[in-house]
Nanobody, 125 residues
Framework: QVQLAESGGGLVQPGGSLRLSCTAL???????????VGWFRQAPGKEREGVSC????????YYVDSVKDQFTVSRDSTKNTVYLQMNSLKPEDTAVYYC???????????????WGQGTQVTVSS
């Protein structure tokens, strides 16, 4: 089982930025390039929603409409890490953010079988 660990969350003022990291602990011979990695978030009382995904191999990037031009997903294969750069943060971006891996990008959390523990992002003045 591949382990994923998110980091980089915290408290930020509206308009601020954070960069989340999702680092994978992989067996020898495997690379995070082989997997799609999705970012999801879950606010209190709400369902978990997909916000971004980077595809396996080609690294195509996908964003939900509400974060387009605000969030950027990227991958550093040498570090087995996927990043989510979040700019111009708003209070409604407050949530626990999770990364997950699987073969394909999807907006459905149920399609991902391997999850990190989550990192809290709070946007507040």
């Amino acid at each position: 089982q591949v382990q994923l660990a998110e980091s980089g969350g915290g408290l930020v003022q509206p308009g601020g930025s954070l960069r989340l990291s999702c680092t994978a602990l992989l067996p020898p011979g495997l690379s995070l390039d082989y997997y799609a990695v999705g970012w999801f978030r879950q606010a209190p009382g709400k369902e978990r929603e997909g916000v971004s995904c980077i595809s396996a191999y080609d690294g195509d990037q996908y964003y939900v409409d509400s974060v387009k031009d605000q969030f950027t997903v990227s991958r550093d294969s040498t570090k087995n890490t996927v990043y989510l750069q979040m700019n111009s943060l708003k209070p409604e971006d407050t949530a626990v953010y999770y990364c997950a891996k699987d073969a394909w990008c999807s907006w459905s959390a149920g399609d991902f079988g391997n999850w990190g523990q989550g990192t809290q992002v709070t946007v507040s003045s």
